[in-house]
């Protein structure tokens, strides 16, 4: 996405990483720790959380069919991941 004159033309992944330190500094080896540890978040919490809840009630409700129940739990955590993660996301990719 930079211009032609700013591109980098790492050879390698061993490459960027010898090269980063020595011409970035060593601390522009974690530019993106920073969002992507908030996207970590984001995702787990609304994952663990919205799973462990609708397993429990779906549980209750469906007594006789705990796979199901299970697989509801298991889409809704999923979904909820998704959408809470994806503005965290977004700004990542965009950083």
């Known amino acids: ?7 980098r ?9 010898k090269r980063i330190p020595a011409e970035e ?9 920073v969002p992507t540890v908030f996207r970590a978040m984001a995702y787990n919490f609304a994952m663990f959380t919205s799973f462990e809840e609708a397993k429990e009630r779906l549980g209750a409700a469906m007594p006789n069919n705990p796979t199901m129940a299970w697989l ?4 809704i955590g999923g979904t909820s991941a998704a959408l809470c993660s994806l503005p965290f996301d977004n700004a990542k990719t965009k950083l």
């Open 9 to 17: 033309h790492y050879k390698s992944f061993l490459d960027a990483v």
């Open 1 to 7: 996405m930079l211009p032609k004159e700013q591109q």
């Open 25 to 33: 500094g060593t601390t522009s080896l974690w530019k993106g720790g």
């Open 72 to 75: 509801m739990a298991t889409v």
